[in-house]
């Protein structure tokens, strides 16, 4: 569960508005659109990526209390598709080509004894 930032009591993860306090949670009532807000007299711009690479063109940039967009510059790095599913050596070997050099070999076992 989650908690609002504002009233600090428990709501859903989904929630658009806090059923307590009111507050707005996520932008144009979209539950998948989570609206990020600064604390105390913090800007989010401060700690957000594209103030830092300077590729934001938002107008509220760079006192913005809410955003939609809002990346913190120090979180982690989110993992690539290829390091998510990453598919173990043994399991890239072709099954029928693997079958072959283990008959090979024990062909040539078979005939130096
Ligand atoms: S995306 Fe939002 S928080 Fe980030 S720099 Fe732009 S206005 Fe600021
Ligand atoms: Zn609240």
């Keep these: 569960m989650t908690t609002c930032p504002r009233c600090d009591r428990t709501i ?14 996520k932008a144009h009532g979209h539950p998948g659109m989570t609206l990020h807000r600064a604390k105390g007299e913090t800007f989010l711009c401060d700690t957000c990526t594209y103030e830092a690479d ?33 598919v173990p050596w043994w399991r890239k070997i072709n099954k029928f080509w693997a079958g072959m050099i283990v008959l090979v070999i024990v062909s040539v076992i078979i005939t130096v004894l």
């Excluded at 913005?64 to 510059?73: E, S, V």
């Design 12 to 25: 859903t993860p989904t929630a658009i508005n806090c059923p307590h306090c009111q507050l707005v949670l």
């Design 54 to 86: 300077d590729t934001c063109n938002f107008p509220k940039r760079p006192t913005a209390k809410t955003c939609t967009l809002y990346q913190n510059i120090n979180a982690l790095p989110e993992k690539s598709a290829k390091e998510i599913y990453a």
